[in-house]
Every structure is written in structure tokens, then in C-alpha cells.
């Protein structure tokens, strides 16, 4: 059981380029989210997903797209990269319904826009 | 404006002692409440949680006590040891899956 995996763990880009940042996870949870972590700023929600084909956005998701097109999949798309974007990104899930269960991390990928 | 607030970004304790962070939320509909802790290079890992209708949740070392009418809560670790220092998230639920996580303590534990 490899939990949640992120791929990479460190991408440096340059202004406009865009990229995907993998997540997966093998424990069939269907709950699925995108985090940033800022210095200074904890944890911020980007994007989740309640199951296969369903996405919302979270606190904040300007420059950031998903789909949901598997149960195990759940990739962040940096459309046109810009410094703000600059940030460690966490993958996390959890089981039937991500309320009032603990959600499981992944090990991040540190991401520095040029 | 910031729902869940963690006003000490750092903390230092003697090993052995107790470590008390602490957390204070502003929303009402938040109704359950978490602990992560986090250490450098490595995603946050779930400590202990506690649900609105509990006041105190323990699971070893680890207490979170709730004060719902001050919107507070605290994590206590007893006895505190060099390898619990780390970054402390406190975050909330209400209504959604979704996490609002503080800004984080980080705790140092000297030996």
C-alpha cells in the first residue's frame, strides 16, 4: 500500500510554461483534494473532488485546473505558470466522505516558478 | 479573514515537560476539528481529531481539550519529546469535507 504518491517532488518552471502535477492513490478513497503551503500561510485548499468526474474549487484555485477522470487519479494542471504559483503542493485523500475522517497526505512537490 | 487561527508560530519546551498549543475558530458551523503534524520535506501526518459534541479526546501523550463557547481548543502533549518537535496544523471541518487549516506552531522540544 504506497498511500498517496506525488510526482515530482521538485519542478522549477519558468513564467508561462505550464505543467501537471500527478497525485495517486491505492487505499479507493473518493475523496480527493490539492493544497498549497505558503510560508506563513498553513495549508490553503485549491481544488477537490468527491468522487470520479466531480471537481469543485476551494479557497484558491485561479490558475489551476483538474479532472477527476479516475477514482485512483487526481492531476493539478498549471495552465501558464507564474511566480505567485511559487509553493510546496499536497496531495490528500480520504474514504467514503472526507468529513469527519481524517484525510491521508502526500509528500508534496516543491515547485519554484521562475 | 481567518477562520482558524493559530496566534504562535513558534514554541519551545524542556523534554519531558507539556507542550500545550493552541487553536481558536471563528465560524459556528465548524462541528469537527483536527490535528496534523507536519515535519520538514514530508506531507502532514493526522495526530487526533475531536468531534463538537466531545469537550476532551485522548490518545496517549496526545489530548485535545474543545471549548466550544470560547471557539477554542488545545492540543496537550505530556510528556513532550525531542521527536515530536514539528510543525502543528490545527484545521476545522463544517458541513463539507473541506479543511480549513491555521497557520501552524512549530514546536521545538529541547532534550
Known amino acids: 500500500n504506497a498511500g498517496v504518491t506525488q510526482t515530482p517532488k521538485f519542478q522549477v518552471l519558468k513564467t508561462g510554461q505550464s505543467m501537471t502535477l500527478q497525485c495517486a492513490q491505492d487505499?479507493?478513497?473518493?475523496?480527493m483534494s490539492w493544497y498549497r503551503q505558503d510560508p506563513g500561510m498553513g495549508l490553503r485548499l485549491i481544488h477537490y473532488?468527491?468522487?470520479?468526474?466531480?471537481?469543485d474549487q476551494g479557497e484558491v484555485p485561479n490558475g489551476y485546473n483538474v479532472s477527476r477522470s479516475t477514482t485512483e487519479d487526481f492531476p493539478l494542471r498549471l495552465l501558464s505558470a507564474a511566480p505567485s504559483q511559487t509553493s510546496v503542493y499536497f496531495c490528500a485523500s480520504s474514504t467514503t466522505s472526507g468529513y469527519y475522517n481524517e484525510q491521508f497526505f502526500g509528500p508534496g512537490t516543491r515547485l519554484t516558478v521562475l | 479573514d481567518q477562520q482558524v487561527k493559530q496566534n504562535s508560530p513558534s514554541l519551545s519546551v524542556q523534554e519531558g515537560r507539556i507542550s500545550i498549543l493552541n487553536c481558536d475558530y471563528t465560524?459556528?458551523?465548524?462541528?469537527?476539528f483536527l490535528w496534523y503534524k507536519k515535519y520538514p520535506a514530508e506531507g502532514p501526518t493526522f495526530l487526533i481529531s475531536?468531534?463538537?459534541?466531545?469537550d476532551k479526546n485522548e490518545d496517549g501523550r496526545f489530548t485535545v481539550f474543545l471549548n466550544k463557547s470560547a471557539k477554542h481548543l488545545s492540543l496537550h502533549i505530556v510528556p513532550s519529546q525531542p521527536g515530536d518537535s514539528a510543525v502543528y496544523f490545527c484545521?476545522?471541518?463544517?458541513?463539507?469535507?473541506?479543511?480549513?487549516f491555521g497557520k501552524g506552531t512549530k514546536l521545538t522540544v529541547n532534550p
Open positions: 484545521a476545522a471541518q463544517g458541513g463539507s469535507e473541506k479543511l480549513v
Open positions: 475531536i468531534s463538537s459534541i466531545k
Open positions: 487505499m479507493n478513497h473518493e475523496y
Open positions: 465560524n459556528s458551523m465548524f462541528d469537527y
Open positions: 473532488s468527491v468522487g470520479a468526474g466531480i471537481t
